[in-house]
């Protein structure tokens, strides 16, 4: 079973949390907000968005870069495919 299947109902409360909050970002925009309401907003959200990908990413690590019945070839393909994500996360 798939590491994201696991913990499916928790990062569903996460990713539910990131669609309030930015469906609260939309909201305030609609109004006339003081920046820096809108700027913790935001942070807040970029926050939920960054912890969701820790979460993924470190249950990915552990379960596939972690599997004792992978081959050195597999490993280095999950290797470079996480150093790809990450890049594009981090641009």
Wanted: charged fraction near 25%; proline fraction near 1%; charge should be neutral.
């Amino acid at each position: 079973m798939s590491h994201t299947q696991n913990s499916k109902s928790k990062l569903l409360g996460r990713i539910r949390r990131i669609k309030g909050q930015s469906v609260a970002i939309e909201a305030s925009l609609e109004g006339n907000p003081e920046c820096m309401a809108l700027l913790q907003q935001i942070a807040a959200l970029k926050g939920a968005v960054n912890g969701l990908m820790k979460e993924v990413l470190e249950e990915h690590i552990r379960e596939h870069l972690g599997a004792e019945d992978i081959t050195q070839q597999q490993r280095q393909q999950e290797i470079e495919d996480v150093l790809s994500i990450l890049k594009t996360y981090l641009k």
